[in-house]
C-alpha cells in the first residue's frame, strides 16, 4: 500500500487537475460574463446555470477542485515522508 | 552541472505547461467559434460599429449633414497625436447638456399632477420651514425611471434639500441626517421570484424606513420645522415584472395601496397635524404606475402631487413645483381608483395556463406556449369602462345598477367610490375660466375654439382643454357587438403660459375619421353610422360625460353625481349610415378590411369549442367578467397555428429576384428619390445573401450595413425609452407617463429633438423605444414606459416625440406592437382580443404616430406575444396588412430580444421564414450564423427578403447614419480589435505550446539518456 501511495505521481495529478479547476472556473465564470452582457441589452438576467452544459461545467469545476486539493496535500504528504525516509536513513548509516 | 540540466529539462513542468498552454490555445480556437454568433453582441457590448464610412474623394467635404444639430459644428482644429490640423464635427457638450436639461425639466414640471391641494397647502412659501419624509428624499432611494431596459441612472449631484434649500424653503436638517444615516439599507428593492421556473420575473418591496428609527429625531425637531410635512412614496416597475403580485406587508396585499410602515408615517403625520406640531401634510407619489387611493385617502393630507418617474430633473423639478417657482399644470393620463381592481380588464389580467392542451412546443425560459390572456373587456378600458358604466346608470339603461365589479363602493357599484381622480383632471396654481365654444366645420374637419381665460389674482398658469367625442350607441351596434364608449378623447390643447386676468383663444381641431367605429362583424370595416354625435369640451372624462348627460337629458338619477355644463356639448346630426368613405385607407388607398379574425376566439376559424362573453354595455351585469375567462387548445389548427413555423405556401407567380448585380447605385444616390423609385430596384439588385443577412439578421445594439457598391452604413443603437442605458454621465428622461401628462405636445416634440441631439452626439443612430402600448391595468410592469390608458394621448404623443426623433435623424423603434400589456408570460403567451379593441385600444396610439405624419418615423419593434396563436413578428395581418397596406409604412419593423424558438432563432428557420414573409425586417440578436436556413432559396421568402432589405435600406436613408455621407462615400467592414487580438493571442499561444511540447519532449529524451548514462556507470 505504502508502495502504491509512493508510486502514484500525485504532483503531476495536482498539476493536471489544477489545471483543469482554472480553466473550469474560467469557463463557468467566462460564460455566466458574456451572458450576463448579452442579457443585460435585453432587461433580462443570467445566472450560471443557464444551460446544462454549465451546469456539466459547474460540477467538474467542483470535481476538479475537490481532486486537486486531495492530489496536492497528498503530493506535500509523499513529499515529507520522502524527506522523513531520507534522514532515517542517513541516521542509519551513521 | 548535470543536476541543473535536468533541472532544466524537468519532464513534469514541460508536460504540465504543455497542456497548460495547449489547453489555452484549444480554447482560443474553439472560442472563435463559439463567439462567432454572439459577434454582434460583442461589438454591440464594446461599443464597435464595424461598418465605417471612407471617403475615396480628393476634396473631402466631410460637414455633409442631413440631419444637423444646434449644438454641433464642423470647424478646423489642431491634433495633436496627427500633429496637424483637422476638420471635424465638435460638440458644445455643456450647451447641449444645459439645453436637455431645460427641457427635462419643464417636461417634469408640466407632467406634475396636483391632485388636491386644500386651502393653497402648495405652494410652500419662501421661507418656510420643512420636514421631509421618507426614504425616497434621497438619491439612491428615489425612482428616477423604471427598471429593465427602461432603466437609467439618475446622473445628478441634485439632492431635494439642497433643491428646496436653494429656492428659499429651510429644511430640518436633524430629521434629515436622521434618514441619511440609514437611508442607504432602504433602497427600494426588486428581486426574483421564479414563479413556474420563469428566471427573469421580478417583483418589488418598498423597504421604506420604519418610523420608530427616525422617531426621536422628529420629536425633537419637529416643532421648529412644522411648516410643512413633505412624504415622499415610491413605487418600481419593471420590465419582466407587473405589481399585481400578492405583496404582504401592504393593504390589501397590493403593491400599489400603503404598506404598514408608510400607514405607520402617515398615522404619526396625522397625530402630529393633530397635536398642532405641524401645518400641513403634503403627499408626493413617486410611481412607475398608478397608485390605488383606498387608503391615502383616508388621512388628512392636505396637498397630493404626482409625479411619476421624472429621470435627471426630478428632484430640481419637485422642488420648483413645491416652492411655486413653477406650475404644476400635469393632468393624469390615466384613472386613479380607490382600488386597482375594479378595473374589469384586471380579471383577465395575469398568469392564464390553457385548461387543457396537447402537441404543444415545449415550455421554456423564453417561450410560455401553454399560457394565453384573453381581453375580454373589449373597448372598455380606464375610464371608457368607469364613464360609460356611470352614464348608464344615471340613464337607467343596460342593466348597469348593481354590486358586480364594485371594489371600493358600499353596495351597489357607486362611480364616486370607486374613481378617485378621473382621466384628464389636475389642479393648477392658477384658476381659469372658460367661455365661447364654438365649432365649425368643413369637409368633415371640424374646429372647435374657446376662449380661456386665468381668473387668479396671484398665479401664472397652463389650462388644459380637452375635447371628448361621444357616438350613439344604436341597434346596430348591439346586433353586430360594436361597443361605443360614453366618452372618447377626440383632441386636446394647452394654452401658453397665462398671466393672472391674461386670455387665450384656444383651437382643437379633429377629423370627421373620429366618428368612426369598427365593425368587424358587419361591414368588417370602419363604418360612419346616422345619429347624434357630441362633442363636449371639458377639464376631464368625467366632467366630460356630465356635460354630454346633461345636454341630452334632464335628470333627477340619483346616481348623476355632478351638474354638467351643456354649454360645452356640440350635438353634430349625421344624417346617413356610410359603410364606403372609410373602408378605404386615406394614406395607401387600400381597402381596409379584418386583420384579426384569428385573434378573437370568437371569429378565429379553429377556436374550437372555445368562446368569450366581451363586456358589453347592452347588457352590464350579464357580460361583466366574473372570472378569467377558460381556454383549451386541443383543436387541430389551433394546435398547428402554436407550432414553430408553417409551410410556406406555393406560388407559381413567385420568381427569383436578381441578387449580386452591380449598377454601380448607392444607398446615398437615392436620398431625394421616392420609396417608389425605380432606382430603388437597381439598388436591391446589387444585394447578396450575405449583405442581406447583415441587414436583416443582425441587430444586436449594432443594426447591420452593407458595403460596396450598396454603402449603407449601419450604426449603433441602444435601450430606450428612459435615456441612452449605460451611456455614462447620459440624461435619465422623464417616463412617458409624465410625458403624457404635460398634455402639451410641443414640449414633448422638443424632448424628442432634445434626446435626438444627445443621441448623435453619443455615436447612436436608433433608439429601442419609446413604448406606446396601452396601460390595460395599472399592474402593468412598463406601464411607465407606455404614455396612458387613452390611446389618443398616448398617439398623440407618440406623434410628437417621434417627430422630434425624426428631426434629427433617430430610428425609433417604437415598442412593442402590439398587445404586450403585460409582462406576466409575455415570452409567446397567446393574446385573444376583438378586432374593435385591437383598432381601436391598441393599435391607435401607433396608427396616430405612423399615419399621415409630418416628420416620417421609420422604426417598430414587435412584441414577444403571440396575437391570437401566431408570433406578433409573423402576424401577416398586422404587419402587412395593417402597418404596411393601410398605414403606409416605409420603415423597418425589429424583433424584440429574439431569445426563443417561435421567432425564428435557435434553428427555427422556417419560422424565421414566416416572420420575413409576414413583414418582419430585423432581429434583435445576431442570427448571421444561423442565416436564412436555406428558405432564401425559395423565391416567395426570397422576395420577401429582398422587401424587407429595402424598408431597412430605407430606414437607414432616413436616419443620421446618413451624415457625412456623399457619393463617392464607401462603407466598409473591419475586423473589429477583439478579434484581431483573439488571433494575435492564438498565434502566441500556438508558439508558446510548441516551445513547451519541444521542451517537453528535450526534456524526456535528456532525462531518459541521463538516466541511461547512470546505469552505465552503476554496472562499471
Known amino acids: 500500500m505504502r508502495n502504491i501511495f509512493h508510486k502514484i505521481p500525485w504532483g503531476i495529478l495536482a498539476g493536471i487537475s489544477g489545471i483543469l479547476t482554472f480553466y473550469l472556473i474560467i469557463g463557468v465564470y467566462g460564460a455566466y460574463f458574456v451572458f450576463a452582457q448579452v442579457n443585460a441589452q435585453t432587461g433580462q438576467i443570467a445566472t450560471i446555470f443557464d444551460s446544462w452544459w454549465q451546469i456539466l461545467l459547474f460540477i467538474f469545476a467542483v470535481l476538479f477542485a475537490v481532486i486537486f486539493v486531495l492530489t496536492l496535500t497528498l503530493f506535500i504528504l509523499k513529499k515529507i515522508m520522502n524527506k522523513k525516509g531520507a534522514i532515517t536513513y542517513e541516521e542509519k548509516s551513521k | ?1020
Not at chain 2, 415610491?234 to 400603503?258: I, M, P
Not at chain 2, 356639448?569 to 378605404?584: C, L, P
Not at chain 2, 450604426?715 to 449605460?726: K, Q, Y
Open chain 2, 1 to 1020: 552541472m548535470k543536476k541543473k540540466v535536468n533541472k532544466i529539462f524537468s519532464r513534469s513542468f514541460w508536460s504540465l505547461s504543455t497542456m497548460f498552454t495547449g489547453i489555452l490555445l484549444a480554447i482560443l480556437l474553439v472560442g472563435e467559434q463559439v463567439a462567432k454568433p454572439y459577434e454582434g453582441w460583442i461589438n454591440s457590448f464594446l461599443n464597435i460599429n464595424p461598418f465605417v464610412q471612407v471617403d475615396d474623394s480628393s476634396n473631402a467635404t466631410p460637414d455633409v449633414m442631413y440631419y444637423p444639430s444646434d449644438f454641433s459644428q464642423w470647424r478646423w482644429h489642431w491634433d495633436e497625436e496627427e500633429n496637424k490640423y483637422v476638420y471635424e464635427r465638435r460638440w458644445n457638450e455643456e450647451g447641449l447638456y444645459s439645453y436637455i436639461r431645460s427641457v427635462t425639466k419643464n417636461v417634469d414640471t408640466e407632467g406634475s399632477v396636483l391632485l388636491k391641494n386644500e386651502s393653497n397647502a402648495l405652494p410652500l412659501t419662501e421661507g418656510s420651514k420643512v420636514s421631509i419624509f421618507g426614504t425616497a428624499q434621497f438619491p439612491s432611494n428615489y425612482v428616477v425611471t423604471g427598471q429593465g431596459s427602461g432603466a437609467h441612472a439618475a446622473n445628478t449631484n441634485d439632492t431635494l434639500r439642497a433643491c428646496l434649500i436653494n429656492n428659499g424653503v429651510e429644511v430640518n436638517e436633524n430629521l434629515y441626517n436622521a434618514y441619511e444615516r440609514i437611508a442607504p439599507s432602504y433602497a427600494p428593492k426588486m428581486f426574483n421570484t421564479f414563479p413556474e421556473g420563469d428566471l427573469n420575473y421580478v417583483e418589488f418591496s418598498v423597504n421604506e424606513i420604519p418610523y420608530d428609527k427616525i422617531e426621536s429625531s422628529v420629536n425633537d425637531s419637529i416643532s421648529e420645522y412644522g411648516d410643512a410635512a413633505i412624504y415622499i412614496i415610491s413605487r418600481l416597475g419593471s420590465e419582466n415584472g407587473d405589481t399585481n403580485f400578492s405583496a404582504s406587508n401592504h393593504v390589501d396585499n397590493n403593491y400599489l395601496d400603503l404598506n404598514n410602515e408608510e400607514v405607520n408615517v402617515l398615522n404619526n403625520l396625522k397625530s402630529l397635524k393633530e397635536q398642532g406640531k405641524i401645518k400641513k401634510i403634503v403627499l408626493v407619489l413617486n410611481s412607475c404606475s398608478s397608485m390605488q387611493f383606498k387608503t391615502i385617502s383616508q388621512y388628512p393630507i392636505d396637498a397630493i402631487l404626482s409625479v411619476g418617474t421624472g429621470g435627471t430633473s426630478s428632484y430640481s423639478a419637485l422642488a420648483d413645483v413645491l416652492t411655486g417657482k413653477a406650475d404644476p399644470n400635469g393632468h393624469l393620463a390615466d384613472t386613479y381608483v380607490y382600488d386597482n381592481y375594479s378595473a374589469p380588464a384586471t380579471v383577465n389580467t395575469g398568469n392564464f395556463t390553457y385548461t387543457s392542451s396537447s402537441n404543444l412546443p415545449s415550455t421554456e425560459t423564453y417561450a410560455h406556449n401553454d399560457k394565453y390572456v384573453v381581453y375580454q373587456e373589449g373597448v372598455y378600458v380606464g375610464y371608457r369602462y368607469y364613464e360609460t358604466r356611470y352614464e348608464d346608470m344615471v340613464l337607467g339603461q343596460g342593466n348597469a345598477v348593481g354590486d358586480f365589479g364594485s371594489k371600493n363602493s358600499t353596495g351597489e357599484w357607486i362611480y364616486s367610490q370607486e374613481v378617485a381622480y378621473p382621466f384628464g383632471y389636475g389642479l393648477s396654481y392658477a384658476d381659469f375660466s372658460w367661455s365661447g365654444m364654438t365649432v365649425s366645420e368643413n369637409k368633415g374637419i371640424y374646429n372647435v375654439r374657446v376662449t380661456v381665460e386665468n381668473t387668479s389674482d396671484t398665479y401664472s398658469g397652463k389650462d388644459v382643454v380637452q375635447l371628448y367625442l361621444q357616438k350613439p350607441y344604436s341597434e346596430y351596434d348591439v346586433e353586430h357587438g360594436i361597443e361605443k364608449p360614453a366618452v372618447e378623447l377626440v383632441g386636446f390643447a394647452k394654452t401658453k403660459l397665462l398671466e393672472p386676468g391674461e386670455k387665450q383663444t384656444i383651437e382643437i381641431i379633429i377629423n370627421e375619421k373620429e366618428f368612426t367605429s369598427y365593425d368587424a362583424d358587419g361591414a368588417g370595416t370602419y363604418i360612419l353610422e346616422k345619429g347624434d354625435y357630441y362633442l363636449t369640451l371639458a377639464s376631464d372624462s368625467h366632467a366630460a360625460v356630465n356635460n354630454i348627460i346633461d345636454a341630452k337629458v334632464s335628470t333627477n338619477s340619483k346616481y348623476d353625481d355632478a351638474d354638467g355644463n351643456p354649454d360645452f356639448v356640440y350635438k353634430v346630426n349625421i344624417k346617413n349610415d356610410d359603410f364606403t368613405t372609410y373602408s378605404i385607407s386615406e394614406t395607401t388607398g387600400n381597402k381596409i378590411t379584418n386583420q384579426f379574425d384569428n385573434a378573437d376566439i370568437n371569429r378565429y376559424e379553429n377556436a374550437g369549442n372555445n368562446k368569450v362573453t366581451y363586456l358589453s354595455r347592452k347588457d352590464w351585469l350579464n357580460t361583466y367578467p366574473n372570472e378569467p375567462v377558460s381556454i383549451e387548445c386541443t383543436n387541430e389548427g389551433m394546435i398547428q397555428d402554436m407550432q414553430y413555423g408553417q409551410e410556406i405556401e406555393e406560388s407559381e407567380d413567385a420568381v427569383m429576384p436578381t441578387f449580386g448585380a452591380d449598377n454601380g447605385i448607392s444607398l446615398i444616390d437615392l436620398m431625394y428619390e421616392d420609396f417608389d423609385s425605380p432606382k430603388w430596384d437597381l439598388l436591391l439588385d446589387q444585394l447578396t445573401i450575405d449583405e442581406a443577412k447583415s441587414l436583416m439578421l443582425l441587430g444586436a445594439n449594432v443594426i447591420g450595413g452593407a458595403t460596396s457598391p450598396i454603402n449603407a452604413p449601419g450604426g449603433n443603437v441602444h435601450d430606450g425609452p428612459a435615456g441612452i442605458r449605460d451611456a455614462e454621465g447620459s440624461v435619465a428622461y422623464p417616463s412617458q407617463i409624465v410625458m403624457a401628462n404635460t398634455f402639451n405636445t410641443s414640449l414633448i416634440k422638443q424632448l424628442g429633438e432634445a434626446f435626438g441631439m444627445e443621441m448623435q452626439y453619443l455615436g447612436y443612430i436608433g433608439l429601442y423605444g419609446p413604448g406606446a402600448n396601452i396601460h390595460r391595468t395599472a399592474f402593468g410592469g412598463r406601464n411607465f414606459e407606455y404614455f396612458s390608458e387613452d390611446p389618443v394621448l398616448a398617439g398623440l404623443m407618440l406623434k410628437a416625440e417621434l417627430s422630434g426623433f425624426s428631426d434629427m435623424g433617430i430610428i425609433t423603434y417604437t415598442k412593442h406592437f402590439v398587445l404586450n400589456d403585460q409582462e406576466r408570460n409575455r415570452y409567446g403567451v397567446a393574446t385573444f382580443a376583438n378586432e374593435q379593441s385591437i383598432r381601436e385600444i391598441y393599435l391607435k396610439a401607433f396608427q396616430y404616430a405612423i399615419e399621415n405624419q409630418e416628420s416620417e418615423t421609420v422604426g417598430l419593434m414587435t412584441s414577444f406575444n403571440r396575437i391570437g396563436c401566431t408570433w406578433a413578428g409573423a402576424h401577416k395581418g398586422l404587419l402587412t396588412g395593417v402597418l404596411r397596406d393601410e398605414w403606409g409604412f416605409k420603415g423597418s419593423t425589429m424583433t424584440d430580444a429574439a431569445v426563443a424558438g417561435y421567432m425564428g432563432v435557435n434553428g427555427n428557420t422556417l419560422a424565421l421564414a414566416n416572420a420575413v414573409i409576414a413583414g418582419q425586417t430585423i432581429w434583435l440578436s445576431d442570427v448571421r450564423t444561423q442565416g436564412f436556413g436555406g428558405y432564401e432559396n425559395n423565391p416567395i421568402v426570397a422576395q420577401a427578403i429582398r422587401k424587407a432589405c429595402k424598408y431597412n435600406l430605407y430606414a437607414q436613408l432616413r436616419s443620421s447614419a446618413m451624415n457625412g455621407i456623399k457619393s463617392g462615400t464607401k462603407i466598409i467592414e473591419i475586423t473589429p480589435w477583439w478579434k484581431d487580438a483573439l488571433h494575435i493571442a492564438q498565434i502566441a499561444v500556438g508558439i508558446i505550446t510548441i516551445a513547451t511540447l519541444g521542451m517537453a519532449i528535450a526534456s524526456f529524451i535528456v532525462v531518459e539518456k541521463s538516466k541511461r548514462e547512470i546505469s552505465h556507470e552503476e554496472s562499471k
